[in-house]
């Protein structure tokens, strides 16, 4: 299946990053920094945000995917609010796109750059590609199961965190989880570990990827927010896991919250932190 859009010169997957291009180009950066009030809508509540460039993202997506390779389907961040039916397809046999068509939607309509949008393709739970494109800094990274990560064509290698130094973690605020998240959330304040709160967790990943941060901790498994991010952690030479030691699996029904890391000794501390606070 990804064979049929990579280019084996390259590595890269050409289609689908246009595509991606293409719809943040037509959707999303004509709106940044342009939304009206009427634009952005409280789903949830006022941390639940959605925009016209939310949802016209996700249907140019959902079109231009969809033709590149017929029989697929679509699981979007607005389309399953819609009909949180449509989650089920993670779990048949049609190859679905994961899509988050602006992760980080609270910075987007503050006007910061700190946004991206985030493509995953899987097939009966297995993560085949990624892309993650952060377009007000014209930045793509891309991940194929097997052939490696990259960062605008160029090799992406997690590496292991400095020794000694403390570890650099983003994680779910504590003010959104439950109590129990919350619990093990607090184990992150440990001596040897400087934690933040995460920002898009779209970048988080993409800085994990890159050796700028050790690791991230989450609180919440919609696959969009995390299927990109965590075959790019993973082909840049990372590890993931739940709280239980298992992976985290794009259907859902995971031990949270989980980490993603530089490394597997990363992870593990992490997790061992995350467990023995709860």
């Not at 342009?34 to 952005?40: K, Y």
Request: proline share 6%.
């Amino acid at each position: 299946m990804i064979e049929a859009f990579l280019d084996p010169a390259t590595g890269s997957l050409p289609q689908v990053e246009e595509a991606v291009r293409a719809a943040a180009a037509a959707e999303i950066m004509p709106r940044w920094r342009q939304l009206a009030a009427h634009e952005v809508i409280e789903k949830s509540g006022p941390h639940d945000l959605v925009t016209v460039a939310d949802r016209l993202a996700e249907q140019h997506l959902t079109a231009s995917l969809t033709a590149l390779l017929p029989g697929s389907v679509v699981v979007g961040e607005e389309s399953v609010h819609a009909d949180p039916a449509l989650y089920g397809a993670l779990e048949r046999d049609a190859p679905v796109w994961i899509v988050d068509p602006v992760d980080g939607t609270r910075q987007f309509v503050r006007g910061e750059a700190g946004f991206c949008t985030l493509v995953a393709l899987a097939l009966r739970g297995e993560l085949l590609a990624s892309w993650t494109f952060a377009p007000a800094r014209d930045r793509m990274a891309t991940a194929v199961r097997g052939r490696g990560a990259r960062l605008d064509g160029a090799e992406l290698l997690a590496g292991s965190p400095e020794p000694g130094a403390p570890l650099r973690v983003a994680m779910s605020h504590p003010d959104y989880t439950t109590p129990d998240q919350k619990a093990a959330l607090l184990g992150l304040d440990a001596e040897g570990v400087a934690a933040r709160s995460c920002g898009a967790a779209g970048l988080e990943y993409l800085a994990v990827a890159s050796g700028e941060l050790d690791a991230v901790a989450f609180s919440w498994e919609f696959a969009w927010d995390h299927a990109a991010g965590l075959l790019l952690v993973q082909e840049a030479g990372g590890a993931q896991t739940t709280l239980t030691g298992e992976p985290y699996r794009i259907a859902g029904g995971n031990a949270l919250p989980f980490t993603a890391a530089r490394d597997r000794a990363t992870a593990a501390r992490i997790r061992d932190l995350l467990d023995a606070a709860r």
